[in-house]
């Protein structure tokens, strides 16, 4: 299981890197949520570099999902893997579905 978080930097550009829960305990208790919620996708997703309209927590459940950031940074994901998705400014990260895949999508407040 691996956690990661997904982010613009001051440059505009989106970055990753990877998280310790120690050292973000408040990803552990989570109290500002809006929306939860479980998602199938039939593996067909490519969209270009974007970024998203809120913060996002994603769990995955099943198949290979590939993140690539503006800075040219790439992640597979795979079932255990966690990712805070913060890159809600900048030019916003890649996404391409390796395989269908399921997530559980945590939609965070600010």
Do not use: C, W
């Amino acid at each position: 299981m691996g956690m990661y978080r997904v982010f613009a930097g001051s440059d505009g550009e989106s970055h990753i890197e990877g998280l310790n829960l120690a050292d973000h305990p408040d990803l552990g208790a989570m109290t500002n949520i809006s929306e939860v919620k479980v998602q199938e996708f039939e593996g067909t997703r490519d969209m270009p570099l974007h970024p998203l309209p809120e913060r996002r927590l994603i769990i995955h459940l099943s198949g290979e999902v590939e993140i690539t950031t503006s800075d040219g940074s790439k992640q597979m994901f795979r079932a255990g893997d966690m990712r805070l998705m913060d890159d809600v400014t900048g030019k916003g990260h890649a996404h391409l579905d390796l395989t269908p895949s399921e997530a559980v999508y945590i939609i965070l407040k600010d």
